[in-house]
């Protein structure tokens, strides 16, 4: 029995032993996002206006597309779709990039929902495009805010 011990610590050791060691507790870099810049009067300002007829275009279409039958949603969908394109065309300050990219994503996110739907794809897959878009739609809000300083 001693034998057995003995032999199985040397096998632990010569195995313990054998090949490189992994370094233990090697700090991984974080990325830290950068501020967004404050946006000035004049730059948040012209953002806003420019988004406002866009942002009133697009909830008018999401309504309507919330209110039609998945066989008629190709026009509502198509719609949307180009809504989104011109949202991306909007010049962009330097302080309102995080919030074109959080609308950008929102719209792509409600887009996709409405297109699993159409593809009757399972009521989890378009929860999950729809649920996603809605936490887009909140990031929107916080820079949105901060641009409006509020």
């Known amino acids: 029995m001693k034998r057995l011990i003995i032999l199985a610590v040397l ?13 233990v507790g090697t700090p991984v870099p974080i990325n830290t996002p950068e501020p967004t810049p404050t946006c000035s009067e004049r730059d948040g300002g012209k953002y806003v ?3 406002s007829d866009i942002v009133m275009e697009w909830d008018d279409a999401t309504s309507i597309a919330h209110s039609t039958g998945r ?8 719609e949307l779709q180009r809504i989104r394109r011109e949202t991306l065309k909007i010049e962009v300050p330097e302080c309102a990039e995080s919030a074109q990219v959080s609308l950008a994503v929102y719209m792509e996110f409600t887009i996709d929902g409405f297109l699993a739907f ?17 936490i887009s739609f909140d990031l929107y809000i916080e820079e949105m805010d901060k ?4």
């Open 71 to 78: 066989g008629n949603l190709p026009g509502p969908v198509g």
């Open 147 to 150: 641009i409006l300083g509020e």
């Open 49 to 51: 206006e420019q988004l």
């Open 11 to 23: 096998v632990m050791l010569v195995v313990g032993c054998s090949g490189e060691a992994e370094p």
């Open 118 to 134: 159409m593809r009757q794809e399972s009521d989890s897959a378009v929860d999950s495009e729809f649920e996603n878009a809605s």
